[in-house]
C-alpha cells in the first residue's frame, strides 16, 4: 500500500496543479463583474428563460441575432472553453473555432477590460449550473449573413486599445471612465452608428434613435438635451433605482439594465459613473 501511494502521490500533486492552474480567476469576485457587463439581461431569453442560458433575441436595422448559451454546459454552452478562448472572445471577438463575433456582442466595448476582470467573471460562469439550451442561428438577410464580412467590419470600426488610466484625473473619474466604457459598454446603445452599424465616436453617448428593439436611446452628455440638469446625485439616483429627476422613472431596456447591471453596482462605483459622465463634453441629441 505504501509503494502505491509513493506512485500515485506525484501524480495527485500534478493533477491538482494543473486544476489550480486552469482555475486562474475568482469566481467570488467574478459575479461582482457580471454585474458590472450586465450579461443577465442579455444572456437571459424573455418569458421565463434560463439564467444566462441565451437565447434572448435582439431585433436590429441588420436583422434579428440571438445571445448565445454562456452556461458550463459542454455542449450548448462554454463549458468546453479555455480561459484563453474567453479572453479571445471577449476581448478580442473570436471564437474558439476563429470565427468573428458580430459586434451585437459588444467585445467592442469589453477589449477594455482587465484580464484580471475577464478571467474573474470566467471563474463564476464555470461555477454556476450548466443549462442545455440550443440557441437559434441568427437570422440575418444577405449580405450580413456572411460571417467573413466581418473581416472587413474590423478594419474599419474594431479599436483593440486597452484601457488606459488618465493620470490628471483622480481614481474615481477613472473607476467611472472603466466602467462606462469597458465592461459597462454604455456607448454600444447610447451612441449613434453608421450605415454599417459603426460607432460615430465623434458623437460618443449622445444618444441613438435606432437602439435595440428599435427604440430610441437618450443622450447621457452634460448636453440641456442630456443630462446637463442633472446633479451627480440624480445620475446615481437614476443608476440605483431608475428614479429621474422629475419624479418619473426609467422604463424599457433600462428596467433590466438597472436590475441586472447598474443596481447591483456599489455605491462607490455608482458614483464614478456619476462623477466621468458629468465631466464629458456636451453633444447635442441624436436621439431624435
Known amino acids: 500500500m505504501r509503494t502505491l501511494l509513493r506512485i500515485l ?3 495527485t500533486v500534478i493533477c491538482m496543479a494543473t486544476l489550480a492552474q486552469a482555475q486562474t480567476g475568482d469566481a467570488k469576485r467574478g459575479e461582482y463583474v457580471l454585474a458590472t457587463g450586465g450579461c443577465v439581461a442579455c444572456h437571459t431569453a424573455e418569458k421565463g428563460g434560463a439564467p444566462l442560458a441565451g437565447g434572448r433575441e435582439l431585433k436590429t436595422d441588420f436583422g434579428s441575432f ?18 484563453e478562448d474567453f479572453l479571445k472572445a471577449l476581448r ?5 473555432s476563429g470565427g468573428h463575433y458580430y459586434p451585437s456582442f459588444p467585445y467592442t466595448s469589453y477589449t477594455r477590460m482587465t484580464e484580471a476582470d475577464v478571467l474573474d467573471l470566467k471563474a463564476y460562469l464555470d461555477s454556476i449550473p450548466a443549462v442545455k439550451n440550443v440557441v437559434p442561428d441568427h437570422d440575418l438577410p ?8 466581418m473581416i472587413g467590419w474590423r478594419l474599419l470600426f474594431f479599436d483593440d486599445s486597452p484601457f488606459e488610466p488618465d493620470p490628471t484625473k483622480s481614481a474615481e473619474w477613472n473607476r467611472g471612465a472603466y466602467l462606462v466604457t469597458g465592461p459597462g459598454h454604455c456607448g454600444e446603445c447610447h451612441t449613434p452608428r453608421n450605415i454599417l452599424g459603426g460607432l460615430n465616436t465623434d ?22 438635451g442630456g443630462i446637463g440638469d442633472w446633479s451627480k446625485d440624480d445620475i446615481v439616483s437614476a443608476l440605483e433605482i431608475g428614479l429621474l429627476p422629475d419624479g418619473d422613472f426609467l422604463g424599457g431596456a433600462m428596467t433590466d439594465v438597472i436590475e441586472d447591471n447598474t443596481g447591483k453596482l456599489t455605491p462607490e462605483d455608482r458614483d464614478a459613473i456619476a462623477t466621468y459622465l458629468t465631466s464629458l463634453k456636451p453633444i447635442a441629441s441624436n436621439d431624435r
Open 9 to 11: 502521490l506525484p501524480f
Open 66 to 83: 440571438f445571445t448565445p448559451n454562456i452556461t458550463p454546459d459542454p455542449e450548448t454552452g462554454i463549458g468546453n472553453w479555455s480561459d
Open 92 to 96: 478580442d471577438g473570436v471564437s474558439p
Open 142 to 149: 444577405f449580405p450580413f449573413n456572411i460571417r467573413m464580412s
Open 203 to 224: 458623437l460618443a453617448l449622445s444618444g441613438n434613435k435606432n437602439g435595440p428593439e428599435g427604440d430610441s436611446v437618450p443622450n447621457i452628455t452634460p448636453d440641456p
